[in-house]
């Protein structure tokens, strides 16, 4: 997509701070990190979402991540990190192009648990979460 800024950093027509890639992939440092080491992981292969991404290109981002993971840790000192995907806009995903976040964390960082990125007002009840399960279930199968 000609004006995605994450197209344009594949054609090298925006700079980034590559760290990784490949011929599916790419991997470079967030210009807004939350920590050291903040990096963003791309297909090479403009798709909005996950879902969007043919299985294979999905198979060969999630390869990166497992590869990245260590190096960036070793990389800032990190002992953990936290992995996200925005998937949509009403996720969060300000760029329409699918990316991993990995960001290292520290002991005491403050940054919490990826759970509290959102909270139900309240929790379903068990009748609702079968119906939940059933419905994950049923178009799972078709």
């Known amino acids: 997509m ?11 027509e925006a700079p980034a701070h590559i760290v990784y890639e490949d011929e599916h992939t790419l991997a470079f440092l967030d210009i807004n990190p939350c920590s050291p080491g903040h990096t963003l992981i791309i297909p090479k ?5 996950l879902e969007d991404l043919p299985e294979e290109e999905a198979i ?16 800032v000192g990190a002992d953990s990190t936290t992995i996200g995907i925005n998937n949509g806009p009403e996720s969060g995903q300000e760029v329409p192009h699918i990316h991993i ?14 759970q509290g990125v959102a909270r139900l007002w309240r929790r379903p009840t068990r009748g609702e ?14």
């Open 60 to 75: 060969a981002l999630f390869r990166t991540l497992h590869r990245l993971i260590e190096p960036i840790q070793r990389a």
């Open 2 to 12: 000609m004006g995605c800024i994450f197209c344009r950093i594949i054609r090298r």
């Open 101 to 114: 976040h990995v960001i290292p964390r520290f002991r005491g960082d403050g940054g919490g648990i990826i």
């Open 45 to 49: 292969l403009h798709a909005q979402r």
């Open 129 to 142: 979460m079968e119906r939940i399960a059933r419905r994950i279930r049923n178009l799972v199968g078709t």
